[in-house]
């Protein structure tokens, strides 16, 4: 993760979290005892701020210090759209869960360091899905490795942790989103509010991004071309559901 480096980029990271969260610039400043033209000029990186009026900010916003001074990858700032004064809900929805998503590569991040996890080895995939008969076929793969053949998969986040991508929930209004900077090592934010059916799909779903080697994956896939989340769709009912399992429910035999 890099670090703002000077103020203008600190008020520039307190604004987008500002915009993020919905608050107006004078919802902002009253709950932290600022003048609304003070934080215009923190904002703008014209005033410095002190460490009790960021911590204050951060208490506000509702996030953590390391979330307004440490910024995403480069690669995900890159992918991620702005949120602006005239973002729409799902957007800002999309925001906040990529500040979980990040909090989450963070943490993720120290226990690698510490030592305490590696990278799963895969052998498999890392190229991206070219059809949807090449992400079945990459399902099935999935399936052997985990060494789990036709039978149904226990809990899908110690699944996906075995294959090396970590999952949380979040409290933002999204499906799912995922990232895996180090091959074999990723993390995921699904939405808690969730159904139990449609949480199970969406984390088989970003399973896929993250065995296909997709760095970052956007919420609400509004980057990718359909046919390419079509395929990832592909993937996921072939990881929960077997299509031969499925012939053979449909073709019974009468024992």
Known sequence: ???????????????????????????LAQRCRLERTALSRIES??????????????????VTLSDLVLLPLADVRAARPPVDEDSRPEERES?????????????LCRLRDDGLLEPVDLGMGGEGIGSPEQARALARE??????????????????????????????????GLSLTPQPGLGVAVIGEALEPGRRRATAAHEIGHHVAGDAYEASGHYAAPREAEGRIDAFAAELLLPRAVVERLHNPSRD
């Open 95 to 107: 925001f906040r869960a990529g500040l979980d998503l990040d909090r989450a590569w963070r943490d």
């Open 1 to 27: 993760m890099d670090a703002v480096k000077d103020f203008g980029e600190l008020g520039a990271r307190i604004r987008q979290v500002r915009l993020g969260t919905g608050l107006d610039q004078t919802g």
């Open 142 to 175: 999935v399936r052997r490795f985990l060494g789990v053949g036709d039978d149904p998969l226990g809990a899908m986040a110690d699944v996906a942790a075995e294959l090396g991508l970590w999952c949380r929930t979040t409290t933002a209004r999204i499906d």
């Open 45 to 62: 990186g014209e005033r410095k701020v002190s460490a009790l009026e960021l911590a204050r900010i951060a208490e506000v916003l509702q």
